[in-house]
T-cell receptor
């Protein structure tokens, strides 16, 4: 059965304290792995697409990496405005399967 | 470039009623997908429309249906509403390629009394 698992469920960091979010997946026929950010009361905002193992993408303080079984979202020197829920999703034939998300809180 | 627009933003209904939600995709996008988001189940795929045809479907009962118009705008209908249908309903659009990212609207918050 296709499945996406994110860990941890919640993460609290001090401003400037770097960390990583994990997304592990078991799917047949991976077409792409996507990272989204969701703020309260808003829809998910697209961040990155990764297609093959070894691929990396960066945007400001965020860096996403992909292996054959998991993806990491590294956040370097986070700021309070990085506080949000980060969602990982995998594209299989016909649909996106989402993980439950990691809620990140960055304290000043 | 305008994003995905969903209307209405909030809706309150009672059990047994039906509801129609609307989604306007990003200009040029031909694929529209619908998702249900709840605290317990997270984001779950309902269905996808591409060029006015349902291309994929999730595991939801037949009370959930949708359609897409020639201008790519889409509507989702839920009949015989149940308390468990209370959720945030999200619409996402993309160009239609299977590996292309989907871009989401801010959703319709549906509450069933």
């Amino acid at each position: 059965e296709d499945q996406v698992t994110q860990s941890p469920e919640a993460l609290r960091l001090q401003e400037g304290e770097s960390s990583s979010l994990n997304c592990s997946y078991t799917v047949s026929g991976l077409r792409g792995l996507f990272w989204y950010r969701q703020d309260p009361g808003k829809g998910p905002e697209f961040l990155f697409t990764l297609y093959s193992a070894g691929e990396e993408k960066e945007k400001e303080r965020l860096k996403a990496t992909l292996t054959k079984k998991e993806s990491f979202l590294h956040i370097t020197a986070p700021k309070p405005e990085d506080s949000a829920t980060y969602l990982c999703a995998v594209q299989t034939t016909g649909k996106l399967i989402f993980g439950q998300g990691t809620t990140l809180q960055v304290k000043p | 470039k305008a994003g995905v627009t969903q209307t209405p933003r909030y809706l309150i209904k009672t059990r047994g009623q039906q509801v129609t939600l609307s989604c306007s995709p990003i200009s040029g996008h031909r694929s529209v997908s619908w998702y249900q988001q709840t605290p317990g189940q997270g984001l779950q795929f309902l269905f996808e429309y591409f060029s006015e045809t349902q291309r994929n479907k999730g595991n939801f009962p037949g009370r959930f249906s949708g359609r897409q118009f020639s201008n790519s705008r889409s509507e989702m209908n839920v009949s015989t509403l149940e308390l468990g249908d209370s959720a945030l309903y999200l619409c996402a659009s993309s160009t239609g390629g299977v590996d292309q990212p989907q871009h989401f609207g801010d959703g319709t918050r549906l509450s069933i009394l």
